[in-house]
Each structure stands twice: as C-alpha cells, then as structure tokens.
C-alpha cells in the first residue's frame, strides 16, 4: 500500500507521540500500583510492630501462645485497639476474608492464628520477649486485602489515566493532521505550478511563507521558474529578430527575380551580382 508524503507526516507524528504517550501510561499505571501498595505496606509494617508488642506482653502472661489459640476473637480485638490509636487506613475483617490480613506463628514456625495459607510469601518480624524469639508476625500483601474504597480508589486511578492517555492521543491526532496538511501545503503548490510551467506558463510562482527547508526549495523553485520565463522571452526575441534578419535578403531576392521575369529590370551581370550578393548574406544568416 502506497502512502503519501501527507500520510507519512502524520502516521509519523502521530506513531512516535503514540508510542512516547503508551510509555509514559505503562509506567504511571505501575507507578501508581506500585507506590499505592508501598504505602499501605508501610502503614501496616507500624501497626505490625505495634501488635507484636502488645502480644509480646500478652504472652508473657501465659508464656505460650494457647490464648490466642483458645480465643482467636482475642487477636481481632487486639486489631482494633490498635487502630483505634493510631491514624491510619483500617482494613477490619470483611465477611469474604476468614482473618486478617496478619499472621502469628510460634518460634517454630507453626501457624496461632490467621490465614497462613500462603505463609511462606508473608513478610515476618519476630517477636521478642526477655530478648528471646517466641514467634512471627507476617503480613499479606496489600493487594490480598483492598477495602471497597481502595480498590474503587484505584479504579478511578486508573480510569483516570487512561481518560488523559486516550485525550491526548485525540489531540495529538487532530494536531498531526493540521500539521501535516500545513507541512505539505507548499510542496503541493509547488506541484500545481510545476504542471503550469510544463505546459508552457513560465510566470506560475509560489508563495515563500517560512525560512525553512521548504521555504528555501520555494525560493529556488521561483528563481528557476524566473530564468525559465527569461530564457523563453529571449528565445522568443532570437526567433524574431532571426525571422526578421532572414525575411529582409528574402524579399529582396524575391523582388529581383519577379523583376527579371516581369522585364522591368533586365538580366545582366549587375543583376546577378546583387542576387548573388544577396544570397551569400543569407548563408551568413542560416
């Protein structure tokens, strides 16, 4: 499929901003999934200190972990303590989601309580008690536990992003057309007088509007067709003043032999000599 210079302008403009624009989205997109989920992360690594602590004390009062195994409700009570006391994004149980999104094990590893199906992909600190390790707390990763508001936060987000992307790349489109059209312009003008000096119009000029490269190939395209119209003037004044210097030994000729033949003027060696005259001043001519 053949193009032309207007549709290559545009697909040109138009790809590379496309592709600079897709870049920039991809990494917005991941930017903004990435730096939202390094945020609740380091919110929620506070409050794991926090309720390794206050389970730290608990357990020193049995030296075990029996009462959370006996009481899990102990652990969800535990949470909202600590939320009520510190400003930051809750995530409280939801009817979907057995536990939260902590975990507690002992110092062998073994799951208290929470959701330790994926225990080995937790993050985990240890809980210390009499500088000794008496378990972990791990906890999931952000995206396990989205509350309704952030997952619809992050969708707007990205509708958002995606709105701006599509906007641009609209405007981008529009912009590539009118400047491709506005690029081509004078190569097309240059086009149409090209076809009226071929068919024999020597004074079709075009219009110089910039200093650019096309404004530059505009002007030597005007001071060719000037010299063309100079050259097809003296070729015209050549011919005539040829045609001239020619007709005049010719109607002399002429004249001198329709003399002869009429008898007005008699064939002698006078005659012949300004004949002959003549047609030697017409060899010089041809």
Known sequence: MKFSLRQKLFL??????AMALLSVFFFVYWSINYGFFEYLNQIEQSRLEQLGMRLSTLYAQSKNWQFLKDSPEMFYQLLENINNNQQSLQFPPRPHLPFPPFVVLDRDKNPVVGDS???KNLKYKPIFYEQEIIGYIGIRSPKHFLSPPQIDFLKK???ALLIIVASVL???GIFSISISKYLIYPLKE???ATNKITSGNYSARVSVSSADEIGKLAKNFNEMALA???NEKARRQWIADISHEIRTPVTILRGEVEAIIDGIRPLNLETINSIHNEILRLNRLV
């Open 12 to 17: 040109s403009i138009f790809g590379a901003t």
């Open 117 to 119: 199906s994926d225990i």
């Open 157 to 159: 987000q990205r509708t």
């Open 170 to 172: 609209l405007f981008v």
């Open 190 to 192: 240059m086009a149409k």
């Open 228 to 230: 063309l119209e100079k």
